[in-house]
């Protein structure tokens, strides 16, 4: 091969080499593509800060439609994101709100029924019909019976906190034929969970998860939505 | 004996492609055909797995079927391996037109490298450039693990893409497993015992084109999600999998069919095809390793392709071979996988004593110190390597009085192996040692190794395992004796051997340089790692205890520049071969090597006519020691050496 | 291939000596700095007693591997430096292709170092009752100690912990305390501990680094290790086996406390579990967890296709989705 021809080859190479590095750069580590962070902290005043989330059964805005999904409330437009990191400032209190439209689905081991690190350690607790009326007065609980009902959709725990909560399904009777099929739900009858608890000072990524194994289809339930970002588990984030 | 003693009267002819040499470049069967034949053999592949199994409730409520997945890579290996033409042959003895002869390829040319050609040099070369791309490919994993594990607080990759890069990193780096034998032992283990040809050029052949299609396939799990396991592969883990654990198993599987047929190919070719005179006591060392590390890779590999096989099942049509909720067990994956992990690190380290010990009596100017202790050390790594597996299982809950044999025979494995050190001790007892490149890097080698082997006595002691095992100590010993040994042992090897493949050598100012940046960043990147295991830090963790960030940001910092140090490998082996070219074609290291006594690059027969070996290659200071070998033996001389061998082609020359 | 005498030249120094003097002076000084400066901080410290035979047993290992590195850097750099080429030399060496003598040394000796690691391994192992190393289902080297169905500080009863790994947590079980689970791990000091290390889902593995306890964690299977907290003080636990995403995220940490302080502790949370009923709701203590038996339903949970999952099907079909009593405790 002649010199111009081996210049041109190696150039060729090289710069092919390049174009798979900046396409792994942009889409992995800089995360193009991947699900939003929503932002809690200009929300926040008077050290205290409101989250909302819903968990779904299923989802129709993504690839994987019988995926489980959780999904956070944007504080200004109070649209519906579809992903699980959000931001809180540290040092403050997170009043967090679950609505859970997922029908029941028994704990791996029950010791999660019980609520453990909110402030009080009790979750109030109500349930609504798909007409959005409630079934009845809210009660706080310490415990969410899994066990001899089917009252337990998923879990929302922050292991790095302690904090475990059970979070209900919405009333059987209710949900036998009416469970809400897509995403994000606006119908369908629901419970309605809220809690408290407190950020630490210094600031850090905290992982959430569920603790409920919910991911049909893969051995022991812990796969699929169970173990991606922006399903059943994420991040959240305490910005100091 | 199929050694050809009557020159001239071999079967191997030189190349006549008879009515194919007609056709345009781009329709003879090459590189293209196969990838052509191998996308469509996915797309069929794919609808097959579709249309048997979509169905299943399984993959309607996990949105995930592996079938397909599985499906198409195997028809598109099969459509890749048609494309390039290896079934041709077959297809010719299946339908009774005499199959093609086994051809030199010529001297000159880019084409031949590009196509299934059947020539052992092809192959090698062919090897060496994917071998060092795939290594390449590895270490830009390794560079993002390092840069994520710089804090472990911030995270500059999501945890499932941190293990995604994991994964690939570790599994990419096995898919060179042939790193030694694949270049070198194919290349040079015939012109070493004096041979034309090996045995099945066909397999080795096969055994190559194989290795691209489990690289593309293993990188393609990036783009499935990647999968959550490492390269150990644990179920039930692997079983609870996404898509990627699908590529994972099958370019690993792939890999270990591969393996299999190169080792086989060079055991036979060492058995049958030695030259008249070059008895197994005249054997070069390096062709001892090949020989040995050949066993290991034709007993361990196929239990790791039966093991992914039945993990493949156990994902795809839900058998239960590891799953323990339906009567499987999660043992007999980590036994299957570790009764071929062990020798498997051993085909990994053979190969580097192999290259060493060859390397120390040129550049030492003195025989090789003790050479049948050198042999028996490898045969008995070779042999030991199959009875040490459980070490990696002693936390695990096996039986409790099976750790103690285990420790005992993983203790006994550091004997065979401390004789390689014996020999090169003894090899220096007043020697006059040279410091060429390839010798920097053969001195290297025993240094790192002798920290890795250390290190492995440590962890094969049961009680001081209960805190380094899965932590990375184990790290930083794996790294040691792999990378500090079966890689510097590799570039010694390529400064030393690549003038005798190509003709050209690379260059010795850049070389050293490369020495020099790569060993003092090695041991910088990998020693702490032994204080860090010790410490706590578990493997394959994105997060770790703040209190080690600093000696993390030590070893993330000396990697990056370990990484430069390859690059400058890379621009030494770029610029030497594309660029500056500058020739050798004579025996720079005045080795006695038998490869060294043919010119450079070696033409393509080998040799004019079968030698016959007078002496071995480690005579140095013997006086008057005859030559290696007799490369022109007058007519006769080849066929009298076989006197009374009964019949053959030269017996009644 | 006779091995030869290599006979040294009179005038030529005694290379053999210069190496051994050499090498025996670095090696005395590099095994005191290890006994006496560094054996005391080597991990994984001393809180436990399984820790602290780990800490000799790796000191001892020091102290016999450093000798050994440094002889073959010593003799390594000796020959670099004496036997180098000098310019202009292009002979070759002398011709010594063996030595009998030395190869049989090396051989014997090696060997005897090896065998001596292996005995007192071994010792090391079934000394401290298995050296904090899970032993499987069916231990052999057990502590000293009595099982018994309660817990009483002071005696010489073992504690029984059982460890559940799960994806991606662990509870802490006390068979002794009513069977309750907790996240949060004590243990009392001075006490002879007995870890019960089970799995949910996949394979985990439970090392509490400072108590030098490692065990893996397989579904289905009862992994037993043994040890004996010995100073006051915190751990951490981490997960040691690659167990899917948050593998790396799966630490926290655990305590060893006073035995009057463990003993009020296990009780408020007995007491408490089994004031809300939770202890009632979990499975009966066995050495394997089988998250499909609960025993106030009282019947064996159904499984799709042969795969255990999620979605509701844990439960019978007549159970699935029947109305029931509102929810409360």
């Known amino acids: ?143 969410v019976n899994s066990w001899s009902h089917c009252s337990v959709g998923h879990t929302f725990a922050i292991p790095g906190l302690h904090l475990f909560v059970p979070v209900a399904s919405p009333n059987a009777q209710l949900s036998a034929n009416s469970l809400c099929g897509d995403s994000p739900c606006t119908a369908g009858p629901y ?32 796969g699929g939505p169970m173990q991606t970002i922006g399903f059943m588990t994420g991040f959240m984030t305490v910005a100091s | 004996m199929s050694v050809e003693i009557q020159p001239g009267s071999d079967r ?59 499906l198409g890579y195997a028809f598109a290996v099969i459509g890749w391996l048609a494309g390039l033409g290896v079934f041709n042959d077959l ?136 999968f959550p396991f490492g390269w150990t592969g644990y179920a039930p883990l692997s079983v609870q999998a996404g898509q990627g654990a699908d590529c994972y198993y099958f370019a690993f599987g792939l890999m270990g069919i591969s393996v299999i047929l190169a080792g086989f190919n060079i055991i036979v070719t060492i058995v049958n095809y030695r030259a008249p005179g070059m008895r197994w006591s005249r054997l070069p060392m390096f062709v001892w390793s090949m020989f040995t590390v050949s066993f290991l890779m034709v007993l361990a590999a196929p239990v790791l392709v039966g093991g992914a096989y039945m993990t493949l099942l ?70 030991l390597s199959f009875f040490v597996w459980q070490h990696h299982l002693f936390d695990s809950g096996i039986n409790p009085d099976m750790r103690p044999l285990f420790m005992l025979t993983t203790e006994l494995i550091s004997i065979p192996t401390g004789l390689i050190f014996l020999v090169a001790m003894g090899t220096f007892w007043k020697a006059k040692i040279s410091f060429s490149v390839p010798m920097l890097f053969a001195l290297a080698f025993y240094f790192n190794f002798l920290i890795g082997g250390i290190s492995g006595v440590f962890l094969s002691d049961v009680p001081a395992d209960t805190t380094e095992h899965g932590s990375f100590f184990v ?11 079966l890689i510097f042992a590799f570039m010694a090897g390529i400064y030393y051997w690549l003038p005798k493949l190509t003709g050209i050598r690379l260059n010795e100012r850049l070389g050293k340089l490369h020495f020099w940046t790569m060993f003092i960043f ?4 990998f020693l702490p790692l032994f204080a860090l295991g010790m410490a706590g830090m578990p493997r394959r963790v994105f997060e770790y205890a703040r209190n080690l960030e600093t000696l993390n940001d030590w070893v993330s910092i000396s990697a990056f520049c370990l990484g430069v140090s390859i690059l400058i490998f890379l621009i030494n082996v770029v610029m030497s071969t594309l660029f500056w070219r500058e020739r050798e074609v004579g025996n720079p290291w005045r080795s006695r090597g038998l490869e060294w006594q043919v010119p450079s690059p070696v033409p393509p027969s080998n040799f004019t006519v079968v030698p016959v070996v007078l002496s071995g290659p480690y005579e140095y200071g013997v006086k008057d020691a005859p030559p290696v070998a007799d490369l022109d033996p007058p007519a006769g001389v080849i066929s009298g050496a076989f006197v009374g061998a009964g019949a053959g082609p030269g017996a009644e020359a | 291939m006779a091995a030869e005498q290599a006979a040294p030249a009179q005038a030529e120094p005694r290379h053999g000596l210069r190496i051994f003097l050499i090498w025996l002076v670095l090696a005395l000084a590099a095994d005191l700095v290890i006994w006496f400066v560094w054996a005391p901080h080597m991990p994984p410290g001393d809180m436990s007693d399984s820790a602290r035979h780990q800490q000799f047993d790796i000191a001892v290992l020091s102290v016999t591997g450093a000798p050994v590195i440094l002889a073959v850097w010593v003799y390594f750099a000796y020959a670099l430096i004496v036997w180098r080429k000098r310019p202009g030399d292009e002979e070759d060496g002398p011709p010594i292709d063996g030595h009998t003598g030395i190869s049989l040394a090396w051989i014997i000796g090696t060997s005897v170092i090896v065998l001596a690691a292996f005995v007192f391994g071994t010792v090391e192992l079934v000394g401290p009752a298995g050296a904090g190393a899970g032993e499987g289902p069916a231990p052999i080297w057990k502590i000293s100690g009595i099982t018994t169905a309660a817990w009483t500080p002071g005696t010489k009863d073992i504690l029984q912990v059982q460890v559940i790994g799960q994806e991606w947590w662990w509870i802490y079980r006390y068979p002794q305390f009513g069977g309750f689970e907790s996240t949060r791990l004590y243990l009392p000091k001075d006490t002879p501990v007995e870890f019960h290390v089970t799995s949910l889902d996949v394979i985990h593995s439970f090392w509490a680094y400072r108590l030098g306890v490692k065990a893996d964690a397989n579904p289905g299977v009862d992994n037993v290790a043994y040890t004996r907290p010995e100073q006051l003080g915190g751990f951490t636990v981490r997960c040691n086996e690659l167990c899917g995403l948050w593998h790396g995220a799966m630490f926290n940490s655990g305590s060893v406390v006073t035995q009057a302080a463990f003993q009020k502790w296990a009780a408020g949370v007995r007491a408490t579990e089994e004031q809300e009923g939770v202890i009632a709701a979990l499975p009966g203590y066995a ?43």
């Open chain 2, 91 to 226: 297809g010719r003895l299946v339908i009774g037109k005499p199959m093609h002869d086994v051809e030199y390829a010529p001297a000159g040319g880019l084409a031949k490298y590009f196509k299934f050609t059947l020539d052992h040099k092809v192959v090698g070369i062919q090897y060496l450039f994917g071998m060092i791309t795939y290594f390449l490919t590895g270490g830009l994993f390794a560079m993002a693990i390092r840069s994520e594990l710089l804090s472990p607080t911030f995270h500059l990759l999501s945890p499932s893409t941190y293990l995604m890069v994991v994964g690939e990193h570790g599994t990419m780096m096995m898919m060179m497993t042939s790193i030694i034998l694949g270049p070198f032992g194919n290349y040079l283990v015939p012109i070493m015992i004096g041979s034309k040809r090996v045995a099945f050029p066909r397999l080795e052949a096969l055994s190559f084109w194989l290795t691209p299609a489990a690289y593309i396939i293993l990188l393609s799990g990036l783009l499935f999600g990647g």
């Open chain 2, 475 to 485: 790290m930083a010993h794996f790294h040691y004796t792999i990378m500090g040994g």
């Open chain 2, 522 to 525: 090695f041991n910088s990147t």
């Open chain 3, 287 to 329: 050495l394997t967890y089988d998250p499909t038996v609960i025993r106030q339903l009282g019947a064996d949970l159904v499984k799709v296709t042969g795969i255990t999952g999620g979605n509701g099907y844990y439960y019978s079909g007549a159970q699935a989705g029947t109305p029931g009593p509102p929810v409360s405790p």
């Open chain 2, 314 to 383: 156990d994902r795809t049509f839900q058998t239960a071979f590891f799953t323990n909720t339906l009567g499987g067990s999660s043992y007999l994956w980590q036994n299957l996988f570790w009764f071929f992990g062990h020798p498997e690190v051993y085909i990994l380290a053979l190969p580097g004593f192999g290259i060493v010990t060859e390397i120390l009596p040129v550049f030492c100017r003195k025989p090789l110190f003790g050479y049948r202790i050198a042999a028996a050390g490898m045969i008995g790594v070779t042999l």
């Open chain 1, 1 to 143: 091969m002649s010199v111009p021809v081996r210049i041109a080859t190696l150039l060729v190479a090289f710069l092919a080499v390049v174009a798979g590095a900046v396409f792994i750069v942009v889409h992995y580590l800089l995360g193009v593509g991947g699900p939003a962070v929503v932002d809690y902290t200009s929300a926040a005043s008077g050290g205290q800060v409101n989250v909302v989330l819903q968990e779904d059964a299923q989802n129709s805005v993504s690839s994987k439609p019988d995926w489980v999904s959780y999904f956070v409330q944007n504080p200004q437009t109070k649209q519906w994101v579809h992903t699980t990191l959000f931001k809180v400032p540290a040092n403050t209190r997170v009043n967090m709100t679950i609505l859970g439209y997922d029908g029941c689905t028994p704990l791996r081991n029950n010791y999660f029924s019980q609520v453990e690190g909110t402030i009080g350690n009790t979750v109030s607790l109500q349930q609504f019909k798909d007409t959005g009326k409630p079934l009845g007065p809210a009660r706080n609980v310490s415990v």
């Open chain 1, 191 to 222: 419970s309605l969970e809220k809690f408290s608890f407190m950020t630490p000072k210094s600031g850090g990524e905290f992982r959430w998860q569920c603790f409920v194994p919910c991911g049909g289809g893969f051995l022991d339930g812990n």
């Open chain 2, 12 to 70: 191997i002819q030189p190349v006549d492609e008879g009515p194919e040499s007609a056709r345009p470049w781009w329709l003879k069967q090459a590189f293209h055909t196969g990838l052509a034949v191998a996308v469509i053999g996915y797309f069929f592949g794919h609808w097959l797995g579709n249309f048997l199994a979509s169905g299943y409730p399984q993959n309607g409520l996990s949105d995930s079927n592996d079938v397909p997945i599985v």
